[in-house]
């Protein structure tokens, strides 16, 4: 009857709240007791105390740097720190060497390059220099590199020009990729032996007439101009001022008929103004018109 009591009275007492936070501090304070007994025991627990205690207040000092935002400036300021020393131990552009400028102006190249001396050697930013440099006309493709202690150097391969190229009456030197070059104005020296090409699209489909022309030697040889109508099909202008009209397609089968009626009458050495292949089935001739006082 006394044990029903007490247990009553258990029961019914009064009842003790505890805070939430209470079971972490108690494992918390356990866990440092824990660890303090260790190192207290031996020399791998002080070990193992220490550096917990090392590593967290490492973490909390690196918290307090990244919620404060001085990430970045720590960051940056190591960099300075570390390119200075590097640069006090030799670590700098002694020179720039340029190669391969022979249209070029060096001093266009070096202000392209945007790389100069006495700056740090492992900060030099070789693909910009790279861009830039190629961005140049004459210029094809352009190698960038660092050499071993202390010298930048820049390899250069220019474009070399395919022909001159005649839009709006103005003249530019193009490459055989159809890219123009540079203004014929801005060239000092004109290679000998261009071919001129007439039309706003001529650069572009230049070797694919050319292709067919070079199976022709004699007529190639002869071509001074080819003019790229809007149709598609093209003009030549020969030595001696003859006009051949190609057709639009069966091009070969058309200069194999040129191509035999020199061989066989010399047409082309002939006072002729044009002559028009247009046709399948025929060729057509122009002859040079005399004035009336040179007829009479």
């Not at 900060?123 to 004459?138: F, V």
């Not at 489909?205 to 080819?226: K, N």
């Not at 002939?270 to 089935?281: E, F, K, M, S, T």
């Amino acid at each position: 009857m006394a044990a029903v009591k007490k247990r009553k009275m258990i029961k019914s007492g009064p009842v003790h709240r505890v805070s939430p936070l209470k079971p972490g501090l108690r494992g918390a304070r356990n866990w440092a007791s824990a660890q303090m007994r260790a190192a207290h025991h031996t020399r791998k627990g002080m070990i193992r105390f220490t550096a917990s205690l090392f590593l967290m207040f490492c973490g909390l000092i690196f918290l307090a740097l990244w919620l404060g935002g001085f990430m970045p400036h720590i960051r940056q300021s190591a960099h300075d720190f570390k390119v200075n020393r590097l640069m006090a131990m030799g670590f700098v552009v002694k020179q720039v060497d340029v190669m391969g400028e022979g249209r070029l102006n060096e001093a266009d190249v070096r202000a392209a390059i945007g790389i100069y001396p006495g700056e740090y050697f492992f900060g030099a930013d070789l693909e910009r220099a790279q861009l830039r440099t190629e961005s140049l006309p004459w210029v094809d493709r352009a190698v960038v590199r660092r050499l071993w202690p202390n010298r930048i150097v820049v390899q250069l391969v220019e474009t070399q020009p395919y022909a001159l190229w005649q839009k709006n009456g103005q003249f530019s030197l193009v490459s055989a990729k159809g890219e123009e070059i540079v203004k014929l104005e801005d060239v000092q020296s004109l290679p000998q032996g261009l071919k001129t090409l007439i039309g706003p699209n001529a650069p572009e489909y230049a070797a694919s007439i050319e292709a067919f022309l070079e199976v022709y030697p004699d007529i190639w040889a002869r071509t001074q101009s080819l003019v790229h109508m809007r149709s598609g099909r093209w003009d030549l202008y020969l030595s001696g001022g003859v006009k051949v009209k190609l057709p639009e397609i069966h091009i070969d089968a058309a200069l194999q008929r040129l191509a035999d009626l020199q061989q066989r009458t010399q047409i082309l050495d002939r006072d002729l103004a044009a002559i028009d292949l247009r046709l399948p089935d025929r060729v057509s001739f122009t002859p040079i018109s005399k004035p009336k006082d040179d007829q009479a």
